[in-house]
């Protein structure tokens, strides 16, 4: 069983940064992908990013694309996601996940452990 606990949201201004980090435990994951997804009040689950197992390879939705950098850290079992350039459309409770396959994966059936998200809330 993985346990994953996002932290990092919060309040910010349009323009402004911002990191989330997903911390997992119960599990090494450098033999998984992982994932940021985002929902927003009324709309589906969304895809925002994912990152292959080693953290070689990188892919994210066209709406984050240039603003938004998935990393992660391995030996502390913690996939980051640092937001730049944040607009009020970016609002949403994100999520962290885990794949069940190594390379980058958009798709939510791919994913088999989620945190419990963590709420970022963008001003204009």
């Known amino acids: 069983q993985v346990q994953l606990v996002d932290t990092g949201g919060g309040l910010v201004q349009a323009g402004g940064s911002m990191r989330l980090s997903c911390a997992a435990a119960?599990?090494?994951?450098?033999?998984?992908?992982m994932g940021w997804f985002r929902q927003a009040p009324g709309k589906e689950r969304e895809f925002v990013a994912t990152?292959?197992?080693?953290?070689?390879?990188?892919y994210y939705a066209d709406s984050v694309k240039g603003r938004f950098t998935i990393s992660r850290d391995n030996a502390k079992n913690t996939v980051y996601l640092q937001m730049s350039s944040l607009k009020p459309d970016d609002t949403a409770v994100y999520y962290c996940?885990?794949?069940?396959?190594?390379?980058?994966?958009?798709?939510?059936?791919?994913?088999?452990?989620w945190g419990q998200g963590t709420q970022v809330t963008v001003s204009s």
């Open positions: 996940a885990v794949a069940r396959v190594f390379f980058t994966t958009s798709r939510t059936e791919n994913y088999n452990y």
């Open positions: 990152i292959s197992g080693h953290g070689t390879s990188t």
């Open positions: 119960g599990r090494t994951l450098s033999s998984a992908a």
